[in-house]
């Protein structure tokens, strides 16, 4: 089992759509968690990190459930600047290190259309 | 300030030729990584350091080295390209692994014919 995964996508949704995404992870002593955004051909950027609550910024909304190791984002109103695509990052001992290490999902890729 | 800066932005080597990546951060990061970022495969650790003098292997760390003489600089070298190299290869830093967000340069698109 892969240690994060992700929907594959894409995601083809009109402007306005509510869209979510999944991701579930396979190491239980994972800590923190994180949803990138990344652009065509561009860096990942952080979007917002994840916690045990869940919150919430702007039109973004992040929940995790630790007992499914399953993490999600969830889009409302999407806007045509929303097109990109999204990986989900778990921070994981398995490389060794005291803190562990950022492990990427494959990412899903978001299309809004107008 | 500059952030994380990795050069050269594309290159293209021969088979067999090395190369050395540059990365640098004026953020005085302690925690600084590789990766690459291949279609349908995401990101994945190379190599990474949790601070100067300290570096330790990824998931993919076979035909790759490292080295952290500096805080602000994690060089990626290549020590005998293969085709199989080929890929976009992003620096990341950050204050610690725990504290985000992880800064990522603009990457290198490294091509081995």
């Known amino acids: 089992r892969k240690e994060v995964e992700q929907d594959p996508g894409p995601f083809n949704v009109p402007e306005g759509a509510t869209v979510a995404f999944n991701c579930t992870y396979s190491?239980?002593?994972?800590?923190?968690f994180f949803w990138y955004r990344q652009d065509c051909r561009k860096e990942p950027k952080l979007l917002m990190s994840?916690?045990?609550s869940g919150n919430e910024d702007g039109r973004f909304t992040a929940q995790l459930n630790r007992a499914s190791q399953y993490i999600s984002l969830l889009i409302r109103d999407s806007k045509l600047s929303d097109s990109a695509t999204y990986l989900c990052?778990?921070?994981?001992?398995?490389?060794?290190?005291?803190?562990?290490?950022?492990?990427f999902g494959k990412g899903t890729k978001l299309s809004v259309k107008p | 300030n500059a952030g994380v800066t990795q050069t050269p932005k594309f290159q293209v080597l021969k088979t067999g030729q090395s190369m050395t990546l540059q990365c640098a951060q004026d953020?005085?990061?302690?925690?600084m990584s590789w990766y690459r970022q291949d279609p349908g495969m995401g990101l994945r650790l190379i190599h990474y350091?949790?601070?100067?003098?300290?570096?330790d292997q990824g998931e993919v760390p076979n035909g790759y080295n490292v080295s952290r003489s500096t805080t602000e600089d994690f060089p990626l070298r290549l020590l005998s390209a293969a085709p199989s190299q080929t890929s976009v290869y992003f620096c990341?830093?950050?204050?610690?692994?725990?504290?985000?967000?992880?800064?990522f340069g603009n990457g290198t698109r490294l091509t081995v014919t």
């Open positions: 990052v778990v921070n994981s001992p398995i490389y060794g290190g005291s803190q562990g290490n950022l492990i």
């Open positions: 953020m005085n990061h302690e925690y």
């Open positions: 994840v916690y045990s």
């Open positions: 990341a830093s950050s204050y610690s692994v725990a504290d985000p967000p992880l800064h």
């Open positions: 190491n239980s002593a994972s800590q923190s």
């Open positions: 350091s949790v601070g100067a003098g300290i570096t």
